[in-house]
């Protein structure tokens, strides 16, 4: 079977402080996305897709076509409760609840992906591998159980450099090895409860215009959870991400740190077209220095480059199956999520400011 799909999103974007995807202050349209995406299934067991992205961020992301994915999909084995296979080439990496979906707005939870958790300026990193997937599942009465292996190169761009070490350090980063992570996930009477555990642990081979080249050490842990009932479902997702500098002749051991950050979102589908949601997060750059005083001491930015958080209030109205609209309000403090590419000098940005944004998406 022959299947073809694809997305168009288009986003505004107005901020009262700051740039967050474009010039935001003034009103920024420079939030879209384009994908197509192609399946062949041979044979029950053996399958082909690929999907060709197109994703305009600001600063981050300039709108140039890419390879989102490519692999085969070979099912060494399924009956009615199991199921085991593997995927070769460039696939999605299963990490939380919604990184493998993340490009499609339908099945984001907002117009902007929780930041706490899914960084837009390191989406490259976390989303999708060059290798290998192991997955299985099993299904015992009311209970599923799913484990993912992945292992495989990771993307590492300009906003990976920017985001681990200093702009003005001019480096240059790239696989020091592979990456390796899963997920292992648990559902009950058919995704009424959703559990989850997802690893992802990668090393960065680092070279600058100043120190001598480094690693850096990456350890990203996530624990996701979720309840649906009627029209309401809540969920809650909390990051642990300890780093580790090695090398940079020993002037970078003062940005180990343990980054961490959580949110918790509830929704209220209000009928079969309208949804409304809340939604609070926090990040933190040190888990131990939840309001950047310490970090800002010992790396000279200020304090609010090293935490977050948001409220977040939105709408969702579906009008027909293909197109979706939405809008949201944030009051945010704290800037950590920003991209250095955006906001080029931390020190002129300010602690307090709010996000609305705006979006239509359609589906095919």
């Known amino acids: 079977m022959f299947q073809v799909h694809g997305f168009l999103t288009q986003a505004y974007v107005k901020t009262t402080e700051n740039q967050f995807f474009g010039d935001s202050e003034d009103g920024s349209f420079d939030f879209r996305e384009l994908g197509i995406n192609a399946s062949y299934r041979l044979t029950p067991q053996f399958m082909v897709a690929a999907q060709v992205l197109s994703r ?9 076509l890419d390879l989102d994915y490519a692999h085969i999909d070979y099912t060494l084995q399924t009956d009615e409760d199991n199921r085991f296979g593997f995927i070769l080439g460039r696939s999605k990496n299963t990490f939380g609840f919604y990184n493998d979906t993340r490009d499609v707005a339908a099945t984001r939870p907002g117009i902007f992906m929780p930041q706490a958790i899914y960084w837009d300026r390191v989406r490259n990193m976390v989303l ?18 799913e ?16 985001s681990y070490l200093n702009p003005a350090l001019n480096s ?57 009932t009627g029209p309401w479902s809540l969920t809650l997702e909390y990051m642990y991400q300890p780093i580790d500098y090695e090398g940079f002749s020993g002037l970078m051991d003062v940005a180990d740190t343990t980054v ?20 609070y997060e926090e990040s933190h750059y040190d888990k131990d220095d939840k309001n950047g005083e310490k970090s800002s001491t010992n790396l ?12 977040t209030l939105g709408v969702l109205w579906e009008p027909t199956e293909q197109l979706m609209l939405r809008a949201e309000f944030s009051q945010v403090e704290g800037t950590i999520f ?11 940005t300010e602690r307090n400011w709010n996000l609305f944004s705006l979006l239509v998406s359609y589906s095919f």
Do not use: C
């Open 260 to 279: 961490d950050g959580y949110y918790i979102q509830g929704n209220y589908r209000l009928d079969a077209d309208w949804e409304l949601f809340t939604r």
């Open 172 to 228: 240059k980063m790239d696989n020091d090895g592979i990456t390796l992570g899963g997920r292992l996930l648990y559902e009950w009477d058919g995704g009424r409860f959703r559990l989850a555990l997802s690893n992802a642990a990668l090393t960065l081979d680092a070279k600058t215009d100043l120190f001598t080249p480094g690693d850096i050490e990456i350890d990203y842990w996530v624990l996701s959870s979720q309840y649906n």
């Open 338 to 348: 920003l991209s250095n590419l955006e906001n080029n000098n931390p020190n002129s």
């Open 147 to 162: 484990l993912r292996l992945i292992a495989g190169k990771t993307p590492i761009d300009e906003n990976v450099e920017n």
């Open 56 to 64: 305009r961020a600001g600063e981050m992301y300039d709108g140039s």
């Open 128 to 145: 999708a591998s060059d290798g290998g997937q192991l997955y299985g599942e099993t299904q015992f009465e009311d209970h599923l159980f």
């Open 300 to 311: 000279g930015l200020p304090a609010h480059t090293f935490f977050s958080e948001l409220w």
